[in-house]
C-alpha cells in the first residue's frame, strides 16, 4: 500500500501544499474582509440613489453603477495584471499572498456591491413605509429595517463572493500570487506532476463544499429569526 502511494504521490511535498492551503486561505479572508466592508456601503448607495427610493439620485446611480459594471466586466486575469503597477505602488509588490490581494479586492468588492444591491430590492416596501411612517430618518432606516431584513440574502452573497475568490485566488497563481494556483500551475503544470494538480484541485473542491456548507447554515439560522 505504501508502495502504491510513494508511487501515485511520489511528487507531492505535504509540507508545502500546507503552506500553499494556508496562504489561499489568508488571500481570500482577507480579500473577502475588505470585499465586504468596500462592497456593502456601495451597494447600499446603489440601492438607496436607484429610482423611487429613499436618496432617488439618477446621475449619481448611473456613475456609480457604471464604475461597478466596469470592474466586474474586466475578466479577473486581465485585471490582475492591469493592476501590476498599482499593486506594487501600495503594497511594493505584486507577488506573493500580499501582491494578490489589491486585484482580489477589486474584483470582489464590485461583485459582492451588485449582490447587496439585489438583496436590498427584495425587502418589502411596506416594512420601508412603515419604518418612515414612525418617523425614521434615513440611517435609522438603513441599520433598523433594511439591513436586518435583507441580512440572509447579504450572507448568501458573502458566501457567493467567497467561493468567487477562491478561484480568483488560484487564478492569482498565474502571476505568483501564492497559494494553491501558483503550486498547481509551477508543480503540476510547468513540470508535468499531475498527483500536484490533483491535490490542489481536490482542497480546492473542499473549501468550496466547506464554505458553501457553512453559508447555507447561517442563511438558514438568520431567516428564522
Request: no cysteine.
Amino acid at each position: 500500500m505504501e508502495a502504491l502511494m510513494e508511487t501515485l504521490m511520489g511528487n507531492v511535498d505535504w509540507a508545502e501544499i500546507g503552506w500553499a492551503s494556508w496562504d489561499t486561505l489568508v488571500m481570500v479572508g482577507m480579500s473577502l474582509l475588505f470585499s465586504v466592508l468596500i462592497g456593502l456601503p456601495i451597494g447600499v448607495l446603489l440601492f438607496l440613489t436607484g429610482k423611487r427610493q429613499l436618496l432617488e439620485q439618477p446621475v449619481a446611480y448611473a456613475v456609480l453603477s457604471f464604475i461597478v459594471n466596469v470592474l466586474r466586466s474586466v475578466p479577473f486575469i486581465i485585471l490582475l495584471i492591469v493592476m501590476i503597477p498599482f499593486t506594487v505602488m501600495l503594497i511594493g509588490t505584486s507577488l506573493g499572498v500580499a501582491g494578490a490581494i489589491p486585484p482580489l479586492v477589486a474584483g470582489g468588492a464590485p461583485f459582492f456591491a451588485r449582490l447587496v444591491e439585489t438583496s436590498l430590492r427584495e425587502v418589502d416596501r411596506g416594512i420601508i413605509e412603515a419604518t418612515q411612517a414612525m418617523g425614521a430618518n434615513v440611517r435609522q432606516i438603513i441599520f433598523g429595517a433594511l439591513l436586518p431584513e435583507a441580512l440572509p440574502g447579504i450572507i448568501a452573497g458573502i458566501t457567493v463572493t467567497a467561493i468567487t475568490l477562491v478561484s480568483y485566488a488560484a487564478m492569482s497563481g498565474v502571476i505568483g500570487g501564492g497559494g494553491l494556483g501558483d503550486l498547481a500551475i509551477r508543480f503540476g503544470y510547468q513540470r508535468f506532476q499531475t498527483d500536484v494538480m490533483v491535490i490542489t484541485v481536490a482542497l480546492l473542491v473542499i473549501f468550496v463544499q466547506v464554505l458553501q456548507m457553512a453559508g447555507d447554515r447561517l442563511v438558514l439560522h438568520f431567516s428564522r429569526k
